[in-house]
């Protein structure tokens, strides 16, 4: 009996301290777009759970990631026996536009407008488009809900008419094309837990190219006509601590793709074919004492099924791996892209930053038809130190007016400015 009446007394010592550390409310503040009911159903802290710091901190840092959320942090009152939870939240403004600059591969000048709601519906839905006149015209449209049918499964749909001028490289020499694609994709959304993301889709594309120039390449096809379907998987690591515009931890996000060769005509057939390509970033950022961040970006890409077809899948270009080089300078079946640069705030003031950069990036390929040990061997190597800055306002969702300039170091390399709104990476 005696043993008994202890084993009681401790059982009832032991659910009174657990009730003390209960959750009573749970509230959020700041809100004026972004629906409480959504942030609910996202986190994992809940009323009537016991308080958990770590479990709280996790939740900070998903809701920083969120588009509609410039800035979340928290507070905890004691309430009787029980804890007022209250997560503070600065919203972002979400309906951005955006401009790129570039100049096309026939000189003339090229641009790119576009217009993205992030925060549709106040549950952080994207919409949006663009319009871009690179010699000839494109546009495309996009809606994704990361979230539609709970905080771990959503959709995504978009679709794309994209025409430019591609340049083709020949063992004989380089040869422009007018290139059209239309795809359609759809994908499914999984978030398995707070740092493992994942993209299921199918992309249907009708795929053209039309050679316009005057002096053919013998033995090349004048035309191409192709449908195809891609099938994607996308795999995404994010452990990220993010404070407006500095970040600290890692992103590794690998793709898989299946491109299917449907059907053809005859060029189309000789020269398309159905491939199998892999593409992982690892990015690695650091904050630096009060100012600076260091950032860091290791691509590595290869193709296999289509080793000899000049039509490669990874393209050398300034708004993709190395700045300064030129638009579609090279094409390549394999690549390795290194990207580091420092930023550095040198003005910061309510919601305005002036951010510089000095960065260095490098990046090798392997040619159509070469040994996939070309991408080591220095033969295809580019290296392009180069400095830049920034101008950002810390209250809008991506609003970075980016401008940087490259000087490539060799014998035939180029110099350029290169423009663009958002981060580089």
Known sequence: MKNFLVILALFISANSIAQENIISALEFTGLKKTKESFLRRLVKTKVNSELDSVLVIADIERLNRLPGIASASYSVSKKDTTYVLVYEVVENFTIIPGLRIA???????????????????????????????????????????PFLFSDKLGVGISYQDLTTQEPVFYTQGEKEYRFNSKNAEAKLLFSFDFKNEAELGATYIKESYLFEGDNPIPDTPLSLNADKLIYKGVYRFVDLDIDYQYFDGIVSEFTAQYVQFLEGDEPAENFLDSFTSFRNDFIYYKKVKEKGNWANRLRLAAAFGNDDSPFAPFTLDNQLNIRGVGTTVDRGTAAIVLNSEYRHTFYEKGWFVVQGNAFVD?????????????????????????????????????????????FGIGGDATNGIVFGIGQYF
Request: hydrophobic letters at 35%; proline letters at 2%; glycine letters at 12%.
């Open 103 to 145: 100049t096309a591969n026939d000189g003339s000048f090229s641009y790119r407008i576009s217009a993205f709601e992030f925060n549709l519906f106040g549950n952080n839905q994207l919409l949006g488009g663009f319009y871009e006149k690179n010699i000839f015209n494109s546009y495309g449209a996009y809606w994704e809900h």
């Open 362 to 406: 490098a990046g090798s390929w392997r040619t159509p038809g070469e040994e996939f040990s070309q991408v080591f061997d220095g033969s295809s190597t580019r290296l392009y130190p180069g400095v830049g800055f920034r101008l950002i306002h810390k209250k809008i969702f991506n609003a970075v007016f980016r401008l940087d300039y490259g």
